[in-house]
C-alpha cells in the first residue's frame, strides 16, 4: 500500500499488474490438401477463401491453462478445390492478477491474439510447400469480435432453449 493519495483524497492501493506468460506453442493438429496437385498450382482466377476461425480454452489441475486456436482454410476456383488446411495451434498459459471476470476474455482474445502470427506463418509456409505462389497469408483476425458474437450465440441459444 502506498501513503500517496489518490486524487479525491482516498490512498491508492498498489495492485500488482495483470500477467500472461506463454509457457508452450506446439501445433496440436495440422492437415495439408493439395488433391489436384500439381493442376491446382496454375490458377487463372482467383479462388475463392472460405475461413473457419475457433477458440477453445480449458484450465488444468495444475493451474495453467491450454488455449487452441482452430483454423480451417478451404481454397477453391471454378474448377473445383485447391487447398484445404486444417490447423489446431495452442499454446500452454500462466495467467497471474487477472479479476475473475477478466479470465475469459483473456482467454479467448489475448491468448489467441498472441498465437496467430504463428499459426499464420505455419499456413503461409504449407502453401508454399505445397507448390503455391504467391503463399497464402491470412488477415488479420479481430479475435474479440469473434468472442463477443460467440457470447452473443450462447446467449441466443441459451434464450431459445428456455423458450
Not at 15 to 35: C, G, K
Not at 41 to 56: A, H, I, K, N, Y
Not at 130 to 157: R, W
Amino acid at each position: 500500500m502506498t501513503d500517496t493519495p489518490a486524487p479525491n483524497g482516498a490512498p491508492l492501493i498498489d495492485t500488482p499488474p495483470a500477467q500472461m506468460q506463454v509457457l508452450a506453442q506446439f501445433i496440436r493438429d495440422f492437415s495439408f490438401e493439395n488433391p489436384r496437385a500439381p493442376n491446382s498450382l496454375r490458377m487463372e482466377s482467383r479462388p475463392e477463401v472460405d475461413l473457419g476461425v475457433e477458440m477453445s480454452a480449458k484450465g488444468r489441475p495444475d493451474s495453467l491453462f491450454e488455449v487452441d486456436v482452430k483454423l480451417t482454410v478451404k481454397a477453391t476456383t471454378p474448377d473445383g478445390p485447391m487447398f484445404a488446411i486444417e490447423l489446431v495451434y495452442g499454446g500452454l498459459f500462466q495467467l497471474g492478477n487477472i479479476p475473475e471476470q477478466m479470465i475469459e476474455p483473456t482467454l479467448l482474445v489475448e491468448c489467441p491474439r498472441y498465437l496467430f502470427p504463428f499459426a499464420r506463418r505455419i499456413i503461409a509456409d504449407a502453401t508454399a510447400d505445397g507448390g503455391f505462389s504467391p503463399p497464402f497469408f491470412l488477415d488479420p483476425i479481430d479475435f474479440g469480435s469473434l468472442y463477443l458474437q460467440q457470447k452473443a450465440n450462447i446467449q441466443v441459444q441459451q434464450t431459445a432453449g428456455q423458450a
